[in-house]
């Protein structure tokens, strides 16, 4: 049967809101747990916890009557915490803080160090299953990043272009990843204790800027190639070099878990979008959204 009381935390982020209004939209009845209480952007339907996130018993209280918590949470090594106070307060299904690249299906992503925390994560998550279920969420890079952040196609300034920029990538509106965790929720037996894959639209970065010319005619492309077997071995190097640039290099392991062949990054041929209501976009609509949000 479906969840419909529906904790969390991580909701007043990059991320989180478009969680919780597609959640509201659909009728489930959602409750904030934050550690700066300043809710006030979210809709007003929302009931706010203000918790502190280091005490197990504010955590629990505040869980406490939930079917199901979401965490988009960005520290992902707290994430065991809360999965030990959702076991203790009774809640039955887990959605971490995954949201990204292939990390579930791919060996060579899971390996990469910026994605340490969300491993443990998920290690913890299959330890505990007799007592929480959980479900993973992977979605690629925000379709909204990729043109919004210039991080596939770049609108006001220089695109890198990752090795040809030929291979396509599996990407999601940021609204799409709210219907996907509501999907999750609605169907707790089909997702349970697995990772799902959903997708708004499959392109390349080539494709894509093809596409932002026709969304803006004005738009030239300035483009600069980067290898990533390059990017990915550099990366490496600076985490082992003394006082090396790790917060760049962590970036960087990003973009190669995006966009580097071989790290399980399309899944348009086999997801889960009709199980979880998701349409995506054609490349026209595509195109309409870029004319209007970019
Ligand atoms: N696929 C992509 O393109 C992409 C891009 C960005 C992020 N992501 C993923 O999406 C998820 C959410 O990221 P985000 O960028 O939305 O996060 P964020 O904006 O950095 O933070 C979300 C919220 O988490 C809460 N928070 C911060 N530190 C916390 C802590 N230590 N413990 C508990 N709560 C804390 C804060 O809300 P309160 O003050 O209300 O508690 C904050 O507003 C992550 O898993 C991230 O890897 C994916």
Redesign the pocket.
């Given at each position: 049967m479906a969840f419909t009381k529906v904790a969390i935390?991580?909701?007043?982020?990059?991320?989180?809101p478009h969680i919780v209004r597609e959640l509201v939209n659909q009728g489930f009845e959602v409750t904030?747990?934050?550690?700066?209480?300043?809710?006030s952007s979210l809709p007003s339907e929302v009931k706010t916890i203000k918790?502190d996130?280091s005490s197990r018993d504010s955590v629990v209280s505040a869980l406490r009557g939930q079917e199901a918590f979401v965490s988009?949470?960005?520290?992902?090594e707290?994430q065991p915490a809360l999965i030990d106070a959702a076991i203790a307060a009774g809640v039955q299904r887990f959605i971490p803080?995954?949201?990204?690249?292939n990390i579930v299906g791919n060996e060579k992503v899971a390996a990469l160090p910026v994605f340490g925390g969300?491993v443990k994560t998920q290690e913890y998550l299959r330890a505990k299953q007799d007592q929480i279920s959980y479900t993973l969420i992977t979605?690629?890079?925000?379709v909204d990043?990729f043109f919004g952040l210039g991080l596939g196609a770049n609108l006001k300034g220089k695109t890198q272009i990752f090795d040809n920029g030929d291979s396509r990538h599996s990407f999601?509106l940021l609204s799409d990843i709210g219907k996907a965790v509501a999907g999750v929720l609605k169907h707790p037996e089909e997702t349970k204790n697995r990772g799902v894959y959903v997708q708004t639209i499959a392109l390349s970065q080539n494709q894509a800027l093809k596409i932002a010319q026709k969304a803006k005619p004005d738009f030239k492309p300035e483009t600069e190639n980067v290898d990533l077997g390059e990017l990915e071995k550099n990366a490496y190097a600076e985490l082992s070099k003394e006082g090396g640039n790790v917060g760049g290099a962590m970036f960087d392991f990003i973009k190669v878990s995006?966009f580097r062949d071989g790290y399980g990054n399309l899944w348009d041929e086999k997801n889960d979008n009709e199980l979880l209501g998701i349409k995506g976009l054609s490349e026209s609509e595509l195109e309409a959204w870029i004319a209007k949000n970019v």
């Open positions: 935390a991580g909701a007043t982020g990059n991320l989180g904030v747990l934050s550690a700066s209480g300043n809710t918790v996130f988009a949470i960005p520290k992902h707290e803080s995954e949201f990204g690249s969300k979605n690629g890079l925000f990043w999601t995006i």
